[in-house]
C-alpha cells in the first residue's frame, strides 16, 4: 500500500503492530473508563462514535460500557490491530487503512482521536483536522500530548515520529464554529486511573461564532 507520508508506512508496519500488544490490557480499559466516564459528564447521550486511530479498541470499548447503544466505526492503519478491532466492534464497522483515504459518509455524534496527532506529519495536520471535523454532528473529543509550540520529540529511537504542539488551538483557529467546552489533564502517575500524560479537549459544533 503506498501512503502519503513517511509515519502513516512506520505505524502500519511492525512498529505499529508491536505498539498495539504493548497497550492491550484490562488496566488500560479500566482507566479508558474513568477517563470517558468523566470527560463525557458535560455532553448529551452520545449515539455514535468515530475514532480514528483506534487500535484494538480499547477506547470503542470504554465507551460501549458507558453507552451500549453506541453504534460505532473505527479507523485503523495497522492491519494485526485492525483484526482485533473488528473482533470488538464488527469488520463492516472496521476502515483499515490511512485516515487520508477514508471517507467521511455518515457522522457521528463524537469524533474522537487519542495519541494520534502526535503522530501525524505536520504537513498533514490540516487536512487531518477537516477529516475529524467532518466525521462530528455536535462533539469532538481531541486528547493528545499538548505544548504552546510545536516540537517534535525523539520518539523511542527514532525521529519525526512524534511532534507535540497545540492542536486544539489551531482547530478553534481552523472552524469558527467550534466551541471549547471542557479540558483537563490526566497525568501517567496517577494513582489509580494512569493515563499518559495526556491533555484532553471537548469541543461542540455548530454553536455559532464565536
Given at each position: 500500500?503506498?501512503?502519503?507520508?513517511?509515519?502513516?508506512?512506520?505505524?502500519?508496519?511492525?512498529?505499529?503492530?508491536?505498539?498495539m500488544r504493548r497497550n492491550d490490557?484490562?488496566?488500560?480499559?479500566?482507566?479508558?473508563?474513568?477517563?470517558?466516564?468523566?470527560?463525557?459528564?458535560?455532553?448529551?447521550?452520545?449515539?455514535?462514535?468515530?475514532?480514528?486511530?483506534?487500535?484494538?479498541?480499547?477506547?470503542?470499548?470504554?465507551?460501549?460500557?458507558?453507552?451500549?447503544?453506541?453504534?460505532?466505526?473505527?479507523?485503523?492503519?495497522?492491519?494485526?490491530?485492525?483484526?482485533?478491532?473488528?473482533?470488538?466492534?464488527?469488520?463492516?464497522?472496521?476502515?483499515?487503512?490511512?485516515?487520508?483515504?477514508?471517507?467521511?459518509?455518515?457522522?457521528?455524534?463524537?469524533?474522537?482521536?487519542?495519541?494520534?496527532?502526535?503522530?501525524?506529519?505536520?504537513?498533514?495536520?490540516?487536512?487531518?483536522?477537516?477529516?475529524?471535523?467532518?466525521?462530528?454532528?455536535?462533539?469532538?473529543?481531541?486528547?493528545?500530548?499538548?505544548?504552546?509550540?510545536?516540537?517534535?520529540?525523539?520518539?523511542?529511537?527514532?525521529?519525526?515520529?512524534?511532534?507535540?504542539?497545540?492542536?486544539?488551538?489551531?482547530?478553534?483557529?481552523?472552524?469558527?464554529?467550534?466551541?471549547?467546552?471542557?479540558?483537563?489533564?490526566?497525568?501517567?502517575?496517577?494513582?489509580?486511573?494512569?493515563?499518559?500524560?495526556?491533555?484532553?479537549?471537548?469541543?461542540?459544533?455548530?454553536?455559532?461564532?464565536?
Amino acid at each position: 500500500m503506498a501512503f502519503r507520508t513517511e509515519q502513516e508506512a512506520f505505524w502500519a508496519g511492525q512498529f505499529g503492530t508491536d505498539y498495539m500488544r504493548r497497550n492491550d490490557g484490562g488496566a488500560a480499559l479500566a482507566s479508558n473508563l474513568s477517563f470517558f466516564a468523566h470527560i463525557l459528564r458535560r455532553a448529551s447521550r452520545i449515539g455514535s462514535c468515530i475514532e480514528f486511530g483506534a487500535s484494538v479498541g480499547l477506547n470503542l470499548r470504554a465507551l460501549k460500557l458507558l453507552f451500549p447503544q453506541m453504534t460505532q466505526t473505527g479507523i485503523e492503519i495497522n492491519p494485526d490491530a485492525a483484526r482485533i478491532l473488528a473482533d470488538h466492534i464488527g469488520e463492516s464497522q472496521v476502515f483499515q487503512g490511512s485516515l487520508f483515504d477514508y471517507q467521511v459518509t455518515v457522522p457521528a455524534d463524537l469524533a474522537l482521536v487519542m495519541g494520534l496527532l502526535i503522530h501525524i506529519n505536520p504537513d498533514m495536520l490540516a487536512a487531518t483536522y477537516r477529516k475529524l471535523y467532518e466525521a462530528s454532528t455536535r462533539w469532538l473529543l481531541v486528547c493528545e500530548y499538548y505544548n504552546p509550540t510545536p516540537v517534535a520529540i525523539p520518539y523511542r529511537d527514532h525521529t519525526d515520529r512524534l511532534f507535540k504542539r497545540d492542536f486544539t488551538g489551531e482547530m478553534l483557529d481552523m472552524f469558527s464554529d467550534l466551541e471549547l467546552v471542557d479540558y483537563g489533564f490526566v497525568y501517567r502517575r496517577d494513582p489509580i486511573f494512569p493515563q499518559d500524560d495526556i491533555t484532553w479537549f471537548l469541543l461542540e459544533k455548530n454553536v455559532g461564532p464565536r
